[in-house]
């Protein structure tokens, strides 16, 4: 007569063979090599507007978008006169307290910014793909000025990598 302490470890071991063979719900992607809009054509980077109080926030955005795009395999990249034209605006650039020490001081920032990005054809206009993307990074709070504008700074590129990627990978799925 099986007792309740091995029908549990039977019932137990039988959900984690099932989630093994399920795997979870992963599954491999395929490399992105650029979505059906993308292939073949080439592709324009307008320099973001910026609507943030922070300023030279969209020159850095623009940039990292740019070398983001030229290190990917199958993009195209012109200076003007391409296919699809990549534009966008920074919307809000904003800090806030990320955590705090056990006497309540600021130990860390995170830096936040929000950028709508459009790619549309160039020779109609029509929206391609158009989103709104928002990205954070922490960095510490700290007591010279000076370094502490420089981890800001460090921050801002960080979010703007992040977006980049993110920029990338939505112009690559197939939509």
Same mark, same amino acid.
Not at 50 to 69: G, H, K, Q, Y
Not at 106 to 126: H, I, M, W
């Given at each position: 007569?099986? %007792?309740?302490?091995?029908?549990?470890?039977?019932?137990?071991?039988?959900?984690?063979?099932?989630?093994?063979?399920?795997?979870?719900?992963?599954?491999?992607?395929?490399?992105?090599?650029?979505?059906?809009?993308?292939?073949?054509?080439?592709?324009?980077?307008?320099?973001?507007?910026?609507?943030?109080?922070?300023?030279?926030? @969209?020159?850095?955005?623009? &940039?990292?978008?740019? &070398?983001?795009?030229?290190?990917?395999?199958? %993009?195209?990249?012109? @200076?003007?006169?391409? &296919?699809? #034209?990549? !534009?966008?605006?920074?919307?809000?650039?904003?800090? !806030?307290?990320?955590?705090?020490?056990?006497? +309540?001081?600021?130990? @860390?920032?995170?830096?936040?910014?929000?950028?709508?990005?459009?790619?549309?054809?160039? +020779? %109609?206009?029509?929206?391609?793909?158009?989103?709104?993307?928002?990205? =954070?990074? +922490?960095?510490?709070?700290? %007591? &010279?000025?000076? #370094?502490?504008?420089?981890?800001?700074?460090?921050?801002?590129?960080?979010?703007?990598?992040?977006?980049?990627?993110?920029?990338?990978?939505?112009? =690559? @799925? +197939?939509?």
């Amino acid at each position: 007569m099986p %007792t309740l302490k091995g029908s549990i470890v039977r019932l137990v071991a039988a959900i984690v063979i099932m989630l093994v063979i399920a795997g979870c719900g992963y599954h491999v992607m395929r490399p992105a090599r650029g979505g059906a809009e993308l292939e073949g054509k080439t592709l324009q980077v307008s320099i973001f507007a910026n609507r943030s109080f922070r300023p030279n926030i @969209e020159a850095t955005l623009t &940039d990292i978008i740019v &070398d983001e795009l030229a290190k990917r395999e199958g %993009t195209r990249l012109v @200076e003007r006169g391409g &296919d699809l #034209v990549l !534009s966008g605006t920074v919307l809000t650039y904003g800090t !806030s307290h990320a955590s705090y020490t056990a006497k +309540d001081e600021v130990k @860390e920032y995170r830096a936040t910014v929000t950028a709508e990005v459009a790619l549309r054809r160039n +020779d %109609t206009g029509q929206v391609v793909w158009k989103g709104v993307i928002t990205s =954070t990074q +922490d960095f510490p709070a700290l %007591t &010279d000025l000076v #370094v502490q504008q420089n981890s800001e700074d460090a921050a801002i590129r960080e979010i703007c990598r992040k977006m980049a990627r993110e920029v990338y990978i939505h112009l =690559t @799925e +197939d939509f």
